[in-house]
């Protein structure tokens, strides 16, 4: 079974730092690109960054370029999202999902349970 | 930045057709997706490549994508239909969501 299983969200403060982690199983991971999706709480979804199954290219949204990084570890399994300096509009539950496609496009046709973020002091 | 416009919401009587409309630039040019969300889940696609459906999606789901507009259509619309709903497409290597339409069966 093709599953996603995100963790590392939490309580932060404003300019602090987290790690999530995405677990992946049930694929081989390397052939598809992966995405980090959020959503605000009562707000609709948003996609944050991408990266292709390889690992050497990546994509950001503009929201979080310079603060965030995505990386992955194939001989893991495991999608990384490294968040800094974060914000109070951080606040998200953050989904990992997978694409269809080896690189940027495709569908998001498998979705973790989502890990919730809240920045707050 | 590219974006997608959805109404925020749709009503339909059980049994009868929904549809919910996606507006971008150009979107006829692009690939759209479709994704429904419940309360309390994770997203779930059900619409890929403007008009494909993904194992185990109704039949009663379809869309379609042409000029600025893409069009996610439910026939037949059921009480477990009541949803959110999100088109999606990708804009230069950027994946791009529309706002959400909330689906309301009554």
């Known amino acids: 079974e093709v599953q996603l299983l995100e963790s590392g969200g939490g309580l932060v403060q404003p300019g602090g730092s987290l790690r999530l982690s995405c677990a992946a199983s049930g694929f081989t991971f390397s052939s598809y690109a992966m995405s980090w999706v959020r959503q605000a709480p009562g707000k609709g979804l948003e996609w944050v960054l991408g990266i292709r199954g390889s690992g050497g290219s990546t994509n950001y949204a503009d929201s979080v370029k310079g603060r965030f990084t995505i990386s992955r570890d194939n001989s893991r399994n495991t999608l990384y999202l490294q968040m800094n300096s974060l914000r109070a509009e951080d606040t998200a539950v953050y989904y990992c999902?997978?694409?269809?496609?080896?690189?940027?496009?495709?569908?998001?046709?498998?979705w973790g349970q989502g890990t919730m973020v809240t920045v707050s002091s | 930045s590219y974006e997608l416009t959805q109404p925020p919401s749709v009503s339909v009587s059980p049994g009868q057709t929904a549809s919910i409309t996606c507006s971008g630039d150009?979107?006829?040019?692009?690939?759209a997706y479709w994704y429904q969300q419940k309360p309390g889940q994770s997203p779930l696609l059900v619409i890929y490549q403007d008009n494909k459906r993904p194992s185990g999606i109704p039949e009663r789901f379809s869309g379609s994508n042409s000029g600025n507009t893409a069009t996610l259509t439910i026939s037949g619309t059921q009480a477990m239909d009541e949803a959110d709903y999100y088109c999606?497409?990708?804009?230069?290597?950027?994946?791009?969501f529309g706002g959400g339409t909330k689906l309301t069966v009554l």
């Open positions: 150009k979107l006829g040019d692009k690939y």
């Open positions: 999606q497409a990708w804009d230069s290597s950027t994946g791009v």
């Open positions: 999902a997978k694409s269809s496609i080896a690189v940027a496009g495709g569908s998001f046709e498998i």
